[in-house]
């Protein structure tokens, strides 16, 4: 019978793979290099949003049409918990990156309105490339 893996298929840049494997891989005991990238690369974004927010909605709709990263996209009403408005009511959009590798949410610096999909992508890539090397130190 053929082991499962836990892992999902993501789209890595060569070059980004390249660096994570380096400081990653030797600490794992998989054999498959894929599944080993799979698994620590695979991620969960979280926007905090409220309804009629026009920048909340324009980062949603650009995060959606990124296709070079797997990710699931968690979007929380801030108006639904009152820890969550009091925290974020003249902050928002607000979104952390959570890699399966690290549970702590890491907070994505602001993203301009004017960003294009391809900023946001190397941004994410970059969070996420930074937060492997810090868990692999």
Same mark, same amino acid.
Request: aromatic share 8%.
């Given at each position: 019978?053929? =082991?499962?893996s836990p892992? @999902?298929? &993501?789209?890595?840049? +060569?070059?980004?793979?390249? #660096? $994570?494997?380096?400081?990653?891989?030797? +600490?794992c @005991?998989? #054999? *498959? /290099?894929?599944?080993?990238? *799979?698994? &620590?690369?695979?991620?969960?974004? &979280?926007?905090?949003?409220?309804?009629?927010?026009?920048?909340?909605?324009? !980062? %949603?709709?650009? !995060? =959606?049409?990124? %296709?070079?990263?797997?990710?699931?996209?968690?979007?929380?009403?801030?108006?639904? @918990?009152?820890?969550?408005f009091?925290?974020? %009511?003249?902050?928002?959009? /607000?979104l952390?990156?959570?890699?399966?590798?690290?549970?702590?949410? $890491?907070? $994505?610096?602001? &993203?301009?309105?004017?960003?294009?999909?391809?900023?946001?992508?190397?941004?994410? %890539?970059?969070?996420?490339?930074?937060?492997?090397? *810090?868990?692999?130190?």
């Amino acid at each position: 019978m053929q =082991e499962r893996s836990p892992c @999902r298929k &993501i789209a890595l840049p +060569a070059k980004i793979a390249a #660096n $994570v494997a380096s400081f990653l891989l030797p +600490a794992c @005991r998989w #054999n *498959n /290099v894929t599944a080993k990238l *799979n698994f &620590i690369l695979t991620m969960k974004l &979280i926007l905090f949003s409220k309804p009629g927010c026009h920048l909340c909605e324009g !980062l %949603q709709e650009k !995060l =959606e049409q990124i %296709q070079s990263l797997q990710f699931d996209l968690e979007v929380r009403d801030i108006t639904t @918990r009152d820890d969550w408005f009091q925290a974020y %009511q003249y902050e928002i959009p /607000v979104l952390y990156l959570v890699a399966s590798s690290d549970p702590t949410p $890491v907070l $994505v610096p602001r &993203i301009s309105p004017r960003a294009s999909i391809e900023q946001i992508d190397r941004l994410l %890539q970059k969070i996420l490339l930074q937060s492997s090397k *810090n868990k692999a130190e």
